[in-house]
């Protein structure tokens, strides 16, 4: 599985951000959430760990919000790493990147902040409550994770009817029809969980004031605290 979806994400890479915009109905708003979760003031020197970090996008908005924030990014894919090295190719040691499966994988250091975007929901639930521990005791005392994730409905019927929306709404936003098909095709290897599920599994990991910030669709931005 972890070969299938580091493919699929290799031949995304260049097209990846153009379309993310149009893919995810409220990009503003869903990013924004995520920002705003990570509760610290904005000069804090923050050590940040990016799952999933693809192109380096939510990466590079926690950079400007936290302009002495150190990141380091993971990815399973090169290829989405490659470009993430060209984002931040003036940044210097502010920036670390790291081609890992960090569905199993362990976590070496400790952060500030841990956090994802539309990344999480490739692993199986076990892999989730997994990592959901791994991160938390990765955490400093008073971290955060955030996670700007995909869900899947609590049943069947919510499930389609949300994810029938979702395409109707990126279609008017104009989505092009193949950029349409090539995400419907990756979502082929999703593993997505309830919003219900991952919360709960935050509490059974340790994790406190746990916060969901944003839904909208399939889309959800949620936290913990160490």
């Given at each position: 599985?972890?070969?299938?979806?580091?493919?699929?994400?290799?031949?995304?890479?260049?097209?990846?951000?153009?379309?993310?915009?149009?893919?995810?109905?409220?990009?503003?708003?869903?990013?924004?959430?995520?920002?705003?979760?990570?509760?610290?003031?904005?000069?804090?020197?923050?050590?940040?760990?990016?799952?999933?970090?693809?192109?380096?996008?939510?990466?590079?908005?926690?950079?400007?919000?936290?302009?002495?924030?150190?990141?380091?990014?993971?990815?399973?894919?090169?290829?989405?790493?490659?470009?993430?090295?060209?984002?931040?190719?003036?940044?210097?040691?502010?920036?670390?990147?790291?081609?890992?499966?960090?569905?199993?994988?362990?976590?070496?250091?400790?952060?500030?902040?841990?956090?994802?975007?539309?990344?999480?929901?490739?692993?199986?639930?076990d892999q989730k409550r997994s990592l959901f521990d791994r991160i938390h005791g990765a955490l400093n005392d008073g971290g955060v994770f955030v996670n700007a994730e995909q869900?899947?409905?609590?049943?069947?019927?919510?499930?389609?009817?949300?994810?029938?929306?979702?395409?109707?709404?990126?279609?008017?936003?104009?989505?092009?029809?193949?950029?349409?098909?090539?995400?419907?095709?990756?979502?082929?290897?999703?593993?997505?969980?309830?919003?219900?599920?991952?919360?709960?599994?935050?509490?059974?990991?340790?994790?406190?004031?746990?916060?969901?910030?944003?839904?909208?669709?399939?889309?959800?931005?949620?936290?913990?605290?160490?």
């Amino acid at each position: 599985m972890a070969n299938s979806v580091q493919q699929a994400f290799d031949l995304a890479a260049e097209d990846y951000d153009r379309t993310r915009r149009r893919l995810v109905p409220g990009f503003d708003d869903f990013y924004r959430a995520a920002i705003d979760l990570i509760h610290f003031p904005r000069d804090s020197r923050l050590k940040v760990l990016d799952l999933g970090a693809g192109t380096g996008l939510l990466s590079a908005l926690i950079a400007y919000s936290f302009p002495h924030a150190r990141i380091t990014m993971v990815d399973i894919s090169n290829e989405m790493l490659e470009r993430a090295r060209a984002r931040f190719e003036l940044g210097g040691e502010r920036f670390r990147f790291e081609v890992s499966d960090y569905g199993v994988d362990p976590i070496q250091e400790k952060y500030d902040a841990v956090v994802s975007a539309l990344s999480i929901h490739h692993l199986s639930d076990d892999q989730k409550r997994s990592l959901f521990d791994r991160i938390h005791g990765a955490l400093n005392d008073g971290g955060v994770f955030v996670n700007a994730e995909q869900f899947r409905g609590a049943t069947p019927e919510r499930h389609r009817f949300h994810h029938e929306r979702w395409i109707t709404r990126v279609r008017e936003l104009g989505v092009e029809e193949l950029d349409l098909a090539a995400a419907l095709e990756r979502m082929k290897f999703d593993r997505a969980a309830t919003l219900e599920d991952q919360l709960e599994w935050l509490r059974a990991a340790g994790f406190r004031d746990i916060d969901c910030a944003y839904k909208n669709l399939i889309f959800a931005v949620y936290r913990g605290l160490k």
